[in-house]
């Protein structure tokens, strides 16, 4: 073989991979089938209760709203970064920056708690009209989610910690990666819908 058929060999094509595994994107496609009937039915009363979802939205904390969304937008960049320090073997920067994700990612219950302390002070509850019943059952949905995201990063923070995650196998980090992901963008599709656009 010679110099010229060498150049002429077409370049090998890069391997793709979905990240994480099959199970977690299993587990994300059923959360977005699930909170794309919440919001089917959150358009459906809206559409037929537009005055009280309008006048709902006014008395929302919008500073509680936003504050969530910074937070789930911090804590998902600090994962991606741990992501990109595992892969390039750097496991020290892999923990820290996974510690950072799971404490900003923890002031999402204080806030979330917080709110509903705050709405409750203010007489809203459940029973306060169709906006606040969508409102609370698709942000406690959401609630449980994230919940379930901050026990899968101590389980991965867990396992990194003791080695668990490599840069040739960190399928696990990346996992978790994609479910927070998408955890966050479900938020702010949520975010808007109530605080914003309502």
Not at 114 to 131: D, M, P, Q, R, V
Request: hydrophobic residues 55%; charged residues 10%; glycine residues 8%.
């Amino acid at each position: 073989m010679n110099a010229a058929t060498l150049e002429l060999a077409p370049p090998a094509a890069p391997v793709r991979h979905i990240p994480g595994n099959k199970g977690i994107w299993v587990g994300i496609t059923c959360e977005f089938v699930e909170f794309a009937v919440l919001f089917a039915v959150y358009f459906i009363a809206r559409a037929h209760f537009p005055d009280a979802f309008h006048e709902g939205a006014q008395r929302l904390n919008i500073l509680a709203g936003t504050s969530i969304t910074l937070l789930m937008i911090t804590s998902s960049y600090c994962i991606a970064c741990s992501v990109n320090a595992i892969r390039q073997n750097k496991h020290r920067s892999a923990v820290i920056w996974l510690v950072a994700g799971l404490l900003i990612a923890l002031g999402y219950p204080i806030v979330k708690i917080l709110e509903i302390n705050w709405n409750l002070a203010h007489g809203i509850n459940g029973e306060s009209g169709i906006f606040f019943t969508v409102y609370y059952y698709l942000t406690f949905n959401h609630l449980v989610h994230a919940t379930w995201g901050i026990l899968g990063i101590l389980w991965v923070l867990a396992r990194l910690l003791f080695h668990g995650y490599t840069a040739d196998d960190y399928a696990g980090l990346e996992a978790l990666a994609s479910y927070w992901h998408a955890t966050d963008i479900i938020w702010l599709v949520i975010f808007p819908f109530f605080y914003v656009l309502a």
